[in-house]
């Protein structure tokens, strides 16, 4: 369970990998701390979005700071949490 609410299955695809960093600006964003210095939105996991409001009303999740919406849900796309590393995730 993330601290806002959403219910995480228990698989170990979906272990929040240990060298994110939540980020406390924006619940549920986990970052990565680049060479740069700088921290970079690898994973963010969002409540389901209010009936009449636009957005999936469904539990989610997002990677690399993409738009795409990732769920547990049966015929969803679902790669899981992952390491992250260029855009793939790695097992």
């Known amino acids: 369970?993330?601290?806002h609410g959403v219910?995480?299955?228990p698989?170990?695809?979906y272990q929040i990998p240990s060298h994110y960093v939540e980020?406390?600006?924006r619940v549920g964003s986990y970052d990565e701390h680049s060479d740069l210095?700088?921290?970079?939105e690898k994973l963010r996991i969002d409540q389901a979005t209010p009936p009449g409001v636009k957005g999936p009303n469904f539990?989610?999740?997002h990677l690399n700071?993409?738009?795409t919406h990732h769920s547990p849900r049966p015929g969803a796309s679902d790669p899981g949490f992952g390491v992250l590393k260029n855009d793939l995730?790695?097992?």
Do not use: L
């Not at 210095?37 to 970079?40: C, L, P, Q, T």
């Open 1 to 3: 369970m993330t601290p």
């Open 7 to 9: 219910a995480i299955p």
């Open 11 to 13: 698989q170990s695809k």
């Open 23 to 25: 980020n406390k600006k």
């Open 37 to 40: 210095g700088i921290y970079i």
């Open 59 to 61: 539990s989610h999740y």
């Open 65 to 67: 700071n993409k738009g």
């Open 89 to 91: 995730v790695v097992k």
